[in-house]
């Protein structure tokens, strides 16, 4: 279905080239999971199949993809909007029309689709991805995973035979990427379309892949095969796999399923070892609401909110997409003020305080680091960073050389990965020494090696006796760092305890080593590789 | 760049049992945009036609009458209030300016006098500060009204009808002309809340987040932002389909080009000589033949294009009805300044009280006819309270 033809791609003032020696066949229906490293061209990879690259980014494509027999580099993205469809990370970019309907037709209108059959195909399509309550609705108003549903049935109405995705759950809570994925295998089941996606949260999509396409990076060439045997070479790869390669399991599992039949002979060598706990802390309070009620709008999006946030704990807030973790992030940094109730940090209440003294009690990175970085330059900067903060010259550099070793003065912010972006905000709010640490959704568009790193400089905080504050989907994040979680729905905390006690309750929050060991309460691979080793 | 292979025909259109192409008439519907924007022009021909601030008045509450009665709760329904701002704000600079600069009115009543700016030789003509008559004021007054009220019968429509509504009438050869105009409208709401979002983040940094400087300082991340947002939108059109054509002669195309520019200038033209009073006979036929020479480009233009229209709006009996009160408000408006322009022209020099003209206000009323000819909007597309957007629902 879709042939890579010795494929390289080089973008202009680029020193490497973005892919390179790409030379395989992808076969008519099947899901075929694209991994690998940021930075390894898995977006230029997709680009390529979709017409984008290079059409629409520039850069020289060497070789030939064809995709149902059309050669993307005569077909402009358009030529091939009637055999590909292409969906990114964030819905509302994709979205033209404004009501549900009106986008499940856009893309037919486009191709010229006589009207009666657009007719049947919306029909068809609204029952497929469950919208069909939804139809009259403004897009707007959609939650993130009934977004995600609409623009990948935007593009199933065509029928394409090809569907292209680049981190299609990233940005949903695992309930709504669940929705998102059952879709996806329904389509390759009963339509036999071709999916090619990319995704770093390798374990909620690895167990529906037929094959993995793994790209290295650093020049070495891709690998196309079985999951279970590609992962076992892979640098990155579920947790799941990981507790398959420590207990010596071969072939790896790729599902929870597949682990649970195996781990008896595990749980049986665990059985009367604990896993590593952190001890709970106990320090006085740092920061506190009490009964806080926050409002957007005519809406609340908290309603008494009740938290104390103490020095070297590590906590974990979770909840679905709008439970407004968000919003506590903002009232805690001062950017939204109650409607009711209190939030106090040391001595301040943050959405009176100056901004000048309110950065040495919290720091707040949002979801895009991006919207902290203002400077041309990381030497620049880190400049304003020490001017803001009121800090000795040079501190933000220092901090920067620790987070983020070896990176040069003059390298513009928007060059950075995800990862070194989201250090170098980080390196920025630290600079005033904050005692509160806020975090939005750090490990979005992280790969595991940026997630290691991130998990061990938040750690080092913890230890220096930061107070850390994390919103997240990511369920193994939360398990391998947080010594609390806290859960929020609609606005209200609905569980709040140490990390073990919360996620182990919850099938929608637990780790996948949890789901396999349970009902031990196991939460990581590291805990288990750690108690292995000392048993032994 | 030209398809290395033609674009495949569009499927045929005649399939075995034909099915209802448009929507149905009945029960709450959307009205046909078409009809909201000739209603709302009408109003606004009307409101150009008169400088009585009692009749302006009238056409804004009859408007907001409407409004109120027959929008929807989709996020384009509030941009009314936004349009109402917008015209008091142009209504307050137009007397700013009247005050500070001067007005060429002439006029006895003195008011007061601003301490006058002392100008070179070479400035003559202009004055800042001065003396600053009623006749002055009121005059400044009655026209930024009538500026206010276009700007407000634009804002209407605008809120009745969404602008991606009124897309989708177009005909295809405009097509991606009012693709560009939509993406535009959608241009300015993402960027005020781009500025919120980054001025909330210098916050973050420790500085000031309010200030003419903080606005300033997020100028080129917003930009940066904005012009992002746009790349990728374009690149999921593209990937979409937009912008397929199906090849057409040379000539055609020069043809098409020729006819509705020509017809394009003797619209304007002509609709310039309807609106200003001294209106000669040349409006009419020219008017006519522009018409006519655009309406053939736009024909020939659409044979480009391979687009197809998901379900239409009908234009059935309550869109004859709002489209209709609209053009009898603008008619009837017309008619009766040309028999008796002192009706529609308050006098400021004598300053006078406006008098209500009865037969043009009993003419304006007509446009309220929308409020209970138009259909309700459907309920579905009102989310039934915010509260339940907030929950994903898991089926």
């Known amino acids: ?536 | 760049m030209t398809p290395a292979t033609p674009v495949p025909p569009a499927t045929p259109a005649t399939p075995a049992t034909r099915t209802r192409g448009t929507r149905s008439a009945l029960g709450p519907r959307h009205l046909h945009p078409g009809a909201w924007w000739l209603w709302s022009l009408g109003l606004a021909a009307a409101a150009s036609r008169s400088t009585n601030p009692l009749l302006l008045l009238l056409i804004v509450a009859v408007a907001a009458y409407v409004v109120t009665a027959r929008r929807s709760d989709a996020p384009w329904s509030r941009s009314y209030g936004a349009f109402l701002r917008i015209g008091l704000a142009v209504l307050a600079v137009r007397v700013l300016f009247a005050v500070l600069l001067g007005s060429p009115v002439p006029g006895s009543h003195v008011l007061f006098t601003l301490p006058q700016l002392p100008l070179p030789g070479w400035a003559q003509g202009v004055r800042i500060g001065g003396r600053v008559t009623l006749e002055a004021v009121l005059f400044a007054l009655y026209d930024g009204l009538r500026l206010a009220t276009l700007l407000i019968c634009v804002g209407a429509a605008n809120a009745l009808a969404s602008p991606a509504r009124l897309l989708r009438v177009l005909p295809g050869a405009l097509y991606e002309v009012g693709v560009a105009a939509v993406v535009a409208t959608s241009f300015a709401p993402n960027l005020v809340a781009d500025v919120q979002r980054l001025r909330a983040a210098r916050r973050l940094r420790g500085r000031a987040d309010h200030g003419i400087r903080s606005v300033l300082s997020v100028g080129l991340p917003v930009l940066e932002s904005a012009l992002e947002r746009s790349v990728a939108l374009a690149a999921a059109m593209d990937t979409r389909g937009f912008g397929r054509t199906a090849p057409v002669p040379r000539s055609i195309a020069r043809a098409t080009a020729a006819l509705t520019v020509c017809g394009l200038l003797g619209i304007c033209a002509a609709v310039y000589g309807l609106l200003t009073a001294g209106s000669g006979d040349w409006t009419v036929p020219v008017l006519l033949l522009g018409l006519g020479a655009a309406g053939g480009g736009l024909l020939l233009g659409s044979r480009r294009t391979v687009r197809t229209r998901y379900r239409p709006d009908p234009w059935a009996r309550a869109e004859w009805l709002v489209a209709g009160s609209g053009l009898a408000v603008a008619g009837a408006t017309i008619w009766l300044s040309g028999r008796d322009p002192a009706a529609f022209a308050t006098s400021v020099v004598p300053p006078a009280a406006p008098v209500l003209p009865l037969a043009a206000a009993a003419a304006v009323l007509l446009g309220l006819l929308p409020a209970f000819a138009a259909p309700s909007p459907p309920s579905g597309a009102l989310p039934s309270t915010a509260r339940a957007d907030r929950k994903p629902d898991q089926s």
């Open chain 1, 1 to 536: 279905m879709i042939t890579f033809e010795q494929v390289s791609v080089h973008y202009t003032d680029a020193a490497e080239p973005a892919l390179t020696g790409v030379d395989l066949t992808l076969p008519e229906g099947e899901l075929c999971l694209l991994v690998g490293p940021s930075g390894a061209g898995k977006s230029t990879l997709l680009g390529t199949v979709s017409g984008l690259v290079p059409h629409f980014t520039g850069g020289v494509l060497h070789g030939r993809v064809t995709v149902a027999g059309r050669d993307t580099r005569t077909h402009r993205p358009r030529e091939l909007a009637d055999v590909v469809g292409t969906v990114g990370q964030d819905p509302r970019a994709h979205f033209v029309t404004d009501t549900v309907e009106d986008e499940l037709a856009y893309g037919m209108e486009s191709l010229g689709i006589a009207p009666e059959v657009m007719r049947r195909r919306v029909e068809e399509t609204l029952d497929l991805l469950g919208l069909a309550d939804l139809r009259d609705r403004a897009l707007g108003t959609l939650s993130g995973g009934q977004q995600q549903r609409v623009a990948i049935g935007s593009v199933l109405t065509v029928h394409p035979k090809v569907l292209v995705l680049d981190e299609p759950t990233s940005a949903l809570d695992p309930g709504a990427a669940e929705e998102v994925l059952a879709v996806l295998q329904r389509l390759v089941h009963d339509l036999g379309t071709t999916v090619l996606m990319a995704e770093h949260r390798l374990e909620r999509v690895v167990q529906y892949a037929d094959q993995v396409l793994l790209l290295p990076g650093g020049g070495q060439p891709p690998v196309l095969g079985e999951p279970a045997e590609v992962l076992a070479h892979s640098p990155v790869f579920p947790p799941v796999v990981g507790l398959g390669r420590v207990a010596g399991w071969s072939p790896l599992p790729l599902s929870v399923r597949d682990a649970r039949r195996r781990a008896a002979p595990l749980r049986a060598r665990l059985a009367g070892l604990r896993p590593e706990v952190p001890a709970p802390v106990a320090a006085e309070p740092l920061a506190e609401t009490a009964r806080l009620t926050v409002r957007r709008g005519p809406v609340p999006a908290l309603r008494g909110v009740d938290l104390a946030l103490r020095p070297g704990e590590v906590t974990a807030l979770m909840g679905r997409n709008g439970a407004g973790k968000s919003t506590l992030l903002g009232a805690l940094a001062g950017l939204q003020a109650p409607a009711s109730g209190t939030v106090r940090i040391g001595a301040l209440t943050p959405h009176k305080a100056r901004p000048q003294e309110l950065i040495r009690q919290v720091a707040l990175v949002p979801q895009d680091p991006r919207d902290l970085l203002y400077s041309e330059t990381v030497e620049a900067e880190c400049t304003a960073a020490d001017h803001d903060a009121g800090a000795a010259a040079g501190t933000c550099r220092a901090l920067v050389e620790r987070l983020l070793p070896g990176i040069a003065d003059h390298t513009h912010p928007r060059d950075l990965s995800e990862g070194q972006r989201l250090s170098l905000a980080l390196a920025v709010v630290l600079t005033a020494r904050p005692a509160l640490l806020l975090l939005d959704e750090p490990t979005r568009g992280l790969d595991y090696a940026a997630k290691a790193r991130l998990v061990e400089i938040l750690r080092a905080l913890a230890a220096d006796s930061h107070a850390i504050l994390l919103a997240t989907h990511d369920v193994e994040l939360a398990a391998e760092l947080a010594h609390r979680t806290v859960v929020l729905a609609d606005g209200e905390v609905v569980a709040d305890g140490p990390s073990a006690d919360v996620v182990l309750g919850s099938p929608a929050f637990a780790p996948q080593v949890a789901k396999v060991l349970q009902p031990e309460p196991w939460l990581t691979v590291r805990q288990v590789a750690a108690a292995l080793e000392s048993s032994s």
